[in-house]
């Protein structure tokens, strides 16, 4: 393969020249090309075979111990004004960027190949899609990308129709947590990353394009690239509406895209479109129509069961690829959470003891194509995308957060997504389990100010005269024992449901200071066993904690100055005082 595009040419030549590699190579996205990448990585070692009875066509890949997550201390947003790239980012200049990174790639490829990989975010006709080209030097990342995007010789042949294209230099480097960096260059449409080669710090169709650089662009061009599942919710009337969720990262997007709701929730279906990311854009009709940009899912490992999450347990017997995970004696992937099955060897690749953590890492990881999920849905490809009823924010809170509220009004939604706080989480390094704000779940993902961010998000209701209604939910609230209060997964189907009601004008509920939420029936239980008193304490206004909750979410939003819309400001006052009335 070679390219008629003179800038791509000139660019590889340029990129080339600086990093030095044995050879250059097109990938076409063939499956041929895919198997001989997989037979040179399990000749060096990166890749091994799983058990071709029980998993065929499947691989393990154990990383660098030091590299198992995304680095958000080592990521940077390169705009010409610091403002711009704002309080939520690292900042440098591009040109401080751009020199310490060529000092990195720096003949970082001799006695390697570097791979040239086009790819297509989004259904490969759809015109909500954009491409970019992947220059890297990792294997593992050329055969995650095929399963992750549209790529190949049908993405090269789009970037030559159109012209333009995201550009990405990728090189694992020495794998050196000191010599790591993830740096974007929105204004140039370009990313530069060094010394990783974990999924989101490295496949860069993933979180560096379609969220960081693709961010900054819908908001230039109108539409919103966001860190949001998207599924067609079916009821037992056949009728499908498509909602869109956003929840930080390790905070059950891919399990709610593809559960199945208990046998007493008998007709109601979930179809999945995406588990990850959504790319929206208000159609002429005024709805927000949604594409998911990707063709995979790279999706966390542990907790995934035949009990929590089966869909993604019967997509995983072939034809995938685990990163981190244990090993059994058999050569089947495990990893904790799992009913069958027992550790042989860990995620380190050595002897499984007890004694030195768990057999799979925290953040280990599958990839598969989005067409091995029984549950994918008709509309997944549709160029024009799905519209979206509603739009749910959600985290990861032991306390105070109920179950589920619906936001009064479009800007009030806005103000439910900007004040969203989370536990962290293993997706990325750094203490676990300390609860920061993170917009829209975009707090390691928006590639400028999020106070422009806010504003953008609350002229969409400009553009659509039609937004969807918004929602928050959270379905991690623990009692005192420290266990979880409601049950979760395929019995999130019972929020949808009250959703999906709202969103049409029906289903009871109570109007409160900080949103609308279900009366203590509204919600329903048939074929649960939860007890009254959980129930009622789920969906509780906890006036005090609330008080205090809103205190701080109108300090984080005035933290960003002058420059966080007014507007905003406001709404989250009328929150406040809203509150003082009844306390
Ligand atoms: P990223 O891929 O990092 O963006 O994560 P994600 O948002 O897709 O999270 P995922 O669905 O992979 O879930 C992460 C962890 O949360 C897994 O261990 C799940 O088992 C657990 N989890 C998901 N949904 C629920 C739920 O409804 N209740 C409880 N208690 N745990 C859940
Ligand atoms: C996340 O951390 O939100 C992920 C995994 O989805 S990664 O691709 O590494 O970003
Ligand atoms: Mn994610």
Redesign the pocket.
């Given at each position: 393969m070679s390219t008629t595009n003179q800038p791509l040419n000139d660019w590889i030549n340029e990129v080339a020249k600086l990093t030095r590699p044995e050879q250059v190579i097109w990938c076409d996205g063939s499956d041929s090309e895919y198997q001989s990448l997989m037979s040179l990585m399990q000749d060096s070692g990166d890749m091994t075979a799983l058990n071709p009875d029980t998993h065929p066509n499947c691989f393990l890949h154990r990383s660098d111990p030091q590299d198992v997550a995304r680095v958000e201390h080592l990521t940077f947003i390169c705009t010409e004004k610091e403002d711009d790239a704002g309080p939520n980012n690292h900042w440098m200049s591009p040109g401080d960027g751009h020199r310490q990174m060529d000092d990195l790639f720096d003949g970082c490829m001799q006695g390697r190949t570097m791979y040239v990989v086009p790819y297509c975010m989004g259904p490969i006709d759809s015109p909500l899609a954009r491409c970019g080209i992947e220059l890297t030097d990792s294997p593992y990342v050329v055969v995650n990308m095929k399963l992750m995007t549209r790529m190949g010789a049908q993405a090269l042949a789009r970037i030559e129709r159109e012209g333009s294209f995201v550009r990405g230099l990728h090189s694992t480097g020495e794998l050196d947590p000191d010599r790591r960096f993830i740096m974007h260059f929105p204004e140039e449409l370009a990313i530069k990353s060094y010394g990783s080669g974990y999924g989101g710090n490295a496949l860069l169709g993933k979180k560096c394009h379609a969220l960081r650089i693709a961010s900054w662009q819908a908001r230039q061009e109108g539409w919103l690239a966001e860190h949001m599942l998207i599924v067609g919710v079916e009821n037992p009337q056949g009728e499908t509406h498509y909602v869109a969720a956003a929840?930080p990262?390790?905070?059950?997007?891919?399990?709610?895209a593809m559960m199945i709701p208990p046998a007493s929730k008998d007709g109601w279906k979930v179809w999945t479109v995406g588990?990850?990311i959504c790319w929206m854009r208000p159609g002429d009709d005024g709805r927000l129509w949604a594409i998911n940009p990707e063709a995979g899912f790279?999706?966390?490992a542990?907790?995934?069961s035949e009990s929590?999450n089966p869909n993604a347990l019967a997509m995983l017997s072939e034809d995938a690829i685990f990163t981190n995970v244990a090993e059994t004696y058999d050569h089947q992937p495990w990893w904790e959470?799992l009913s069958e099955g027992e550790p042989a060897t860990d995620w380190k690749g050595q002897t499984y003891a007890p004694s030195n953590g768990p057999a799979a890492h925290p953040n280990s990881r599958f990839t598969v194509s989005m067409k091995n999920c029984p549950s994918y849905s008709d509309q997944a490809e549709a160029p024009e995308g799905v519209p979206i009823s509603a739009i749910i924010f959600g985290g990861r809170r032991e306390r105070l957060v109920p179950l589920v509220m619906q936001a009064k009004n479009w800007q009030h939604g806005v103000l439910l997504g900007a004040s969203m706080a989370s536990e962290t989480t293993a997706?990325a390094t750094g203490a676990v389990g300390v609860v920061r704000r993170d917009p829209m779940a975009m707090k390691p993902f928006c590639g400028y100010n999020f106070a422009d961010y806010f504003t953008h998000w609350l002229s969409i209701a400009d553009s659509a005269s039609y937004p969807p209604e918004v929602f928050h939910v959270n379905?991690?609230r623990k009692n005192e024992d420290g266990a979880?209060m409601w049950p979760?997964?395929g019995d999130?189907i019972r929020v949808l449901e009250w959703i999906l009601d709202r969103c049409k004008g029906r289903g009871d509920a109570i109007e409160t200071a900080i949103g609308h939420l279900p009366g203590v029936d509204a919600i329903d239980t048939n074929g649960l066993s939860i007890d009254p008193q959980t129930m009622a304490d789920l969906v509780a206004v906890d006036i005090e904690g609330w008080s205090e909750e809103i205190a701080q979410i109108g300090q984080y939003l005035d933290s960003y100055g002058d420059r966080m819309p007014e507007r905003l400001k406001q709404t989250c006052q009328q929150v406040a005082d809203a509150l003082a009335v009844q306390s």
């Open positions: 929840f990262s390790a905070c059950g997007k891919t399990n709610l588990d990850d790279f999706g966390v542990p907790g995934t929590t959470g997706a379905w991690f979880f979760g997964f999130n």
